[in-house]
């Protein structure tokens, strides 16, 4: 089980299951939603996504055709995203906002064409 939250606190989250993928997105609309060079996301069940309080607080953003990103009204915390017709069952969670430490054996990159030209400067 991972616990989550927005930064304020108002969101807050539970996930009962495993995800059954992690990935760094690279693409435009994930830095500019999350003002960084990638956002990391991992899939899980809806049915096993379960907001605790202030879902009321969730914003809604349609940022293409078939995809739906959530975050806190309050602070701008990126929480969700999904696509609504083709996976409804399936929501990508940002890792970030977990509680517990999250090691995934796996995470894919996602986007590389589109990657941050300044990436290339963290140390190795």
């Known amino acids: 089980m991972y616990n989550g939250s927005c930064l304020c606190g108002a969101v807050t989250f539970t996930i009962n299951g ?5 990935s760094h997105c690279h693409c435009r609309m994930c830095q500019q939603a999350h003002g960084a060079a990638f956002a990391t996301y991992a899939r899980f069940r809806r049915e096993d996504v379960h907001y605790a309080q202030g879902q009321d607080q969730l914003s809604e953003f349609r940022s293409s055709s078939d995809v739906m990103r959530k975050f806190c009204a309050n602070c701008g915390s990126n929480i969700e995203w999904g696509t609504i017709e083709r996976m409804p069952q399936w929501v990508a969670i940002a890792v970030a906002s977990l509680e517990q430490p999250f090691n995934y ?13 300044w990436l290339h400067s963290l140390p190795k």
Not at 18 to 22: F, L
Not at 108 to 114: E, I, P, V
Request: with cysteine; net charge neutral.
């Open 18 to 22: 495993e995800p059954a993928k992690v």
């Open 105 to 117: 054996p796996t995470i894919k990159n996602l986007h590389l064409d589109s990657s941050a030209c």
